[in-house]
């Protein structure tokens, strides 16, 4: 069955019907395949990118030219789903008119159809109303955000305190007030999520947020590719991964034991070419015995 392409007014209505939205990062063109093939409803062309795909410390170590490289690559995988990229740290702090410029270039190198932008503080504020402004849509970031975790005391849920929750909230509503369609909302205890969606007319996707208008996850988390410990809120789906290690630890193994490559992974040739092949290098094995003398 043929999906219908994903816009801000379907997402919308999804939200609206109660039927919950469906959102998972991808960084290059199987990945997005996957997003594709499996029947999201939205691609995010995460900054976590750095970390899963481009293997850098953290969020705030990936550049624009290299976000720009991985959404190209989705671009070129993904129609229906709608596809959001973050806007990387740098590329937006010194002025509206910089949100802007690094806004366009994702509509125009990328394809973007819209972009993330975290933070609620005032100036991240101006920036959303300047992109939206522009005529691009925005879905905005609130609660964790990790381009500015350090200043938040780490990778740490937030809103778990009465005026840590009452931040949250406000910073949720004054995303929607500055022209964000959707708010992702990360790591915020479930029941501050419920009385938040109370007040909001815009969908609200949750990372660690309990139940929502939707959901997001990496997914590489979500397949178990990467390693460690994943966050407590993510759920592997499978174990990719160790399936990858597996499958590569058994080539090399029938590589050095002779078994790879078996006949029916050959190409054949006729006894008259191999014979022909044959004759060209016994001769040039004789010419190369007469150039030294022997």
């Given amino acids: 069955m043929t999906r219908s392409k994903v816009t801000l ?7 609206d019907a109660g039927t919950p939205i469906v959102m998972v990062t991808a960084y290059d063109f199987p990945s997005g395949r996957v997003a594709e093939r ?7 062309v995460g900054d976590s990118g750095a970390q899963v795909v481009l293997g850098l410390p953290d969020t705030t170590s990936v550049t624009l030219d ?3 490289m991985l959404a190209k690559a989705v671009r070129r995988s993904v129609q229906t789903p709608l596809i959001v990229c973050d806007l990387p740290f740098g590329t937006t702090e010194l002025s509206d008119e910089q949100a802007v ?4 270039r994702f509509v125009h190198e990328a394809g973007a159809e819209a972009v993330k932008l975290e933070g609620a503080n005032p100036a991240r504020l101006s920036r959303l109303r300047a992109i939206v402004e522009a005529g691009i849509p925005v879905v905005g970031h609130v609660g964790l955000t990790p381009q500015t975790a350090t200043a938040l005391g780490g990778l740490r849920a937030q809103g778990r305190t009465s005026d840590d929750a009452i931040r949250v909230a406000r910073d949720a509503l004054a995303v929607q007030d500055a022209g964000a369609f959707v708010v992702v909302i990360e790591a915020v205890p479930a029941d501050v999520v419920d009385e938040i969606r109370r007040a909001l007319r815009i969908p609200v996707i949750g990372i660690g947020a309990g139940p929502a208008d939707g959901q997001v996850l990496v997914q590489h988390d979500l397949l178990g590719i990467t390693e460690g410990r994943a966050p407590v809120f993510v759920k592997r789906y499978a174990a990719v991964g160790d399936a990858m290690v597996e499958s590569v630890e058994t080539y090399a193994r ?4 002779g078994a790879f490559p078996a006949a029916e992974h050959v190409y054949p040739a006729s006894a008259e070419v191999a014979a ?3 004759a060209f290098v016994d001769g040039r094995g ?4 007469d150039s030294t003398g022997l």
């Fill in 101 to 104: 410029a690094t806004s366009v």
């Fill in 66 to 68: 290299e976000m720009l």
């Fill in 38 to 44: 499996a029947g999201v409803d939205m691609v995010l």
């Fill in 9 to 15: 007014r379907s997402l919308r209505e999804l939200a």
């Fill in 254 to 257: 029938e590589v050095r034991e």
């Fill in 286 to 289: 004789r010419r190369d015995e």
């Fill in 276 to 278: 022909a092949v044959r």
